[in-house]
């Protein structure tokens, strides 16, 4: 779906180098790359709070009397 730069000009594997396709294509592939990188600070943070045991840690509470 990424563009890719040829002696014609951009194409992409769909849809070559005709509009609106290309544009179509381009509009996709943008937010999936942005919904890719959010995914992967999620999946980093989640990774790092299970290696460091506090991932599913029950809660610690002090009685108190």
Known sequence: ?????TPDG????????????RGIAIGF??????IM???AVI???L???DAKGRADAPRVEE???
């Open 1 to 5: 779906m990424i563009p890719d730069v």
């Open 10 to 21: 951009l194409q992409t594997i769909l849809t070559g180098a005709a509009e609106p396709g």
């Open 29 to 34: 592939a943008n937010p999936l790359g942005v």
């Open 37 to 39: 990188l959010v995914l």
């Open 43 to 45: 999946a980093l943070v």
């Open 47 to 49: 990774a790092t709070g």
């Open 63 to 65: 009685d108190e009397y």
